[in-house]
Antibody, heavy 120, light 108 residues
């Protein structure tokens, strides 16, 4: 079955950096668009970044542009999010999810989430 | 702010039918998907392509659309359906993703 397991979350000071990882299994990772979606405490869902199967297409939301970088390693079935210059407003649970761009767009499979807390 | 608008909260009596709606200009052109999220858990896709149900999702969940207003309907709501529900679709450019602000469903 499909499994997505995030790691790398934690407590970091404002201005600091963190790298999230997502280990994928149970599907053909190298054929799949992948994304990072975050949810601030008590708030809704925000798709902050996605990447095509070959890494040729990458998107970052305005809220993280210039600070966060999405990448992937198809040989290791892994997705990454490098987060730099972190701010208090980046505090959230970060989910990795598969993306399908058919019939609109949908996030079929989600990880359990990684909590990132930005605080001094 | 979201480009998709949802009612913040809806309630339904146990066993009754409830409809949750999503509004947005991009929905004239693109299908909607719906997610269920229970406290402390990751979202789960329950409807995509406006009215398609992934395997494993109970058939009491259905989707439909009228104009640019897709709906998620739960027929015979159960206590375990109490959750937050989010819609999503492409944005007006078609190139990116938007989520609605979410609807908190209470089953009375």
């Amino acid at each position: 079955q499909v499994q997505l397991v995030e790691s790398g979350g934690g407590l970091v000071k404002p201005g600091g950096s963190l790298r999230l990882s997502c280990a994928a299994s149970g599907f053909t990772f190298s054929d799949s668009y992948m994304s990072w979606i975050r949810q601030a405490p008590g708030k809704g869902l925000e798709c902050i970044s996605y990447i095509s199967s070959s890494s040729s297409t990458k998107y970052n939301a305005d809220s993280v542009k210039g600070r966060f970088t999405i990448s992937r390693d198809n040989a290791k079935n892994s997705l990454f999010l490098q987060m730099n210059t972190l701010r208090a407003e980046d505090t959230a649970v970060y989910y990795c999810a598969t993306v399908k761009w058919e019939l609109g767009v949908r996030f079929e499979y989600w990880g359990q989430g990684a909590l990132v807390t930005v605080s001094s | 702010s979201s480009e998709l608008t949802q009612d913040p909260a809806v309630s339904v009596a146990l066993g009754q039918t409830v409809r949750i709606t999503c509004q947005g200009d991009s929905l004239r052109s693109y299908y909607a998907s719906w997610y269920q999220q229970k406290p402390g858990q990751a979202p789960v896709l329950v409807i995509y392509g406006t009215n398609k149900r992934p395997s494993g999702i109970p058939d009491r969940f259905s989707g439909s659309s009228s104009g640019n207003t897709p709906s998620l309907t739960i027929t015979g709501a159960q206590a375990e359906d109490e959750a937050d529900y989010y819609c999503n679709s492409r944005d007006s450019s078609g190139n990116h993703v938007v989520f609605g602000g979410g609807t908190k469903l209470t089953v009375l």
